[in-house]
Nanobody, 120 residues
Framework: QVQLVESGGGLVQPGGSLRLSCATS????????MGWYRQVLGQERELVAT???????AYADSVKGRFTISRENAKNTVYVQMNSLKPEDTAVYYC??????????????WGQGTQVTVSS
């Protein structure tokens, strides 16, 4: 059973920083792309950042220059460092990964989400 478990969310003041982690467990052949998404209640889930297995990254315009996504392949873990946080960054953050269970069989998995609240 493959699981993605996020950690690191919480309450932070505007201008502050948080680092989210997402660890993957279970029987895995390999992991392709990994990413972070966020969702505000009543709104669509939106992309925050992605990173390929080769380390190529992409960001939503709203977080460029403030957030940095990274991954540690040996630990099957993806991170996002969030700096200069704004109240509009408040959301539930979800990690996502395309995981190969065998050489030819893959599926997309989601974590359970972690709340990030930016407020004074």
């Amino acid at each position: 059973q493959v699981q993605l478990v996020e950690s690191g969310g919480g309450l932070v003041q505007p201008g502050g920083s948080l680092r989210l982690s997402c660890a993957t467990s279970g029987s895995i052949f390999s992991i392709d792309s990994m990413g972070w998404y966020r969702q505000v209640l009543g709104q669509e889930r939106e992309l925050v950042a992605t990173i390929t297995s080769a380390g190529n990254t992409a960001y939503a315009d709203s977080v460029k220059g403030r957030f940095t996504i990274s991954r540690e392949n040996a630990k099957n873990t993806v991170y996002v460092q969030m700096n200069s946080l704004k109240p509009e960054d408040t959301a539930v953050y979800y990690c996502n990964a395309r995981i190969y269970l065998t050489r030819f069989v893959s599926s997309t998995y989601w974590g359970q989400g972690t709340q990030v609240t930016v407020s004074s």
